[in-house]
């Protein structure tokens, strides 16, 4: 019965983040980001201010939560899988790449807010971060025996390279004034996700084979 109370608990609190993120990026979308007050969101998703506290911290965060929701998951989930025999360098760009630009994702509307608005951009950004523990927990289940903290430190690198390549592509434009805190993508996002990665490439390999010399079918025999 416990267990059933706690994952009915979790099932509610999913709910109500659910709520929540949708209310908020639908008035955003209706009356302008920066005409949204937690209030108004807390109203339309039917619960109290300070319940709203508990789920997020500013308006921001729960307008872009709902268009990076189900990103991380998704990267993780896509990572797991990729075929045995593709590397996990290729298996981790092309997921994040997959997620990132997916053009069946309901995000026009949402991103051309974010790209205009600079504190959504900044959150945006940000969410890149939300990427390490469910991609950390990936990368140990495709390595079997890979060492926990290597993998969170694999994971917290490759959040990052995805920070660097959203801060180049989500930037404000600066050629006129008629274009000012406009957003001019820098390149295709798929390609500067590829690059911002690359670096990464031998490390994450690296961690999917045996050390030198050893097989990884061996065991260790007598002495």
């Known amino acids: 019965m416990t267990t059933q109370r706690a994952g009915l608990r979790e099932q509610k609190k999913q709910a109500t983040r659910k709520a929540l993120r949708e209310a908020a990026l639908r008035l955003a979308l209706e009356h ?8 108004d969101i807390a109203e339309a998703a039917g619960v109290s201010p300070r319940t709203y506290n508990n789920y997020f911290s ?4 729960a307008i872009v939560a709902a268009v990076t929701a189900q990103r991380e998951a998704g990267v993780a989930a896509a990572v ?9 360098a290729e298996a981790v760009v092309e997921a994040i790449a997959e997620q990132y630009t997916d053009p ?17 951009r900044d959150a945006f950004v940000d969410t890149a971060g939300a990427l390490e523990n ?21 994971a917290a690198s490759v959040a990052a390279a995805t920070r660097v390549a959203l801060q180049r592509w989500i930037q404000p434009a600066t050629a006129s004034p008629a274009t000012a805190g406009f957003v001019v993508p ?22 999917g084979k045996p050390p030198v010399g050893v097989s990884p079918a061996a065991e260790p025999g007598p002495r």
């Open 58 to 61: 500013s308006r921001e965060q």
């Open 134 to 154: 469910s991609l950390a927990e990936a990368i140990t289940q495709r390595l079997g025996n890979a060492d926990p903290d290597a993998a969170r430190v694999l």
């Open 104 to 120: 069946g994702e309901r995000q026009r509307d949402a991103l051309l807010l974010i790209t205009t608005h600079p504190p959504l």
């Open 186 to 207: 820098s390149g295709s996002l798929p390609d500067l996700l590829r690059a911002a990665l690359a670096p990464l490439a031998p490390a994450l390999d690296a961690a």
């Open 32 to 39: 302008g980001a920066e005409n949204v007050r937690v209030d």
């Open 80 to 88: 797991v899988a990729r075929p045995a025999g593709v590397g996990l």
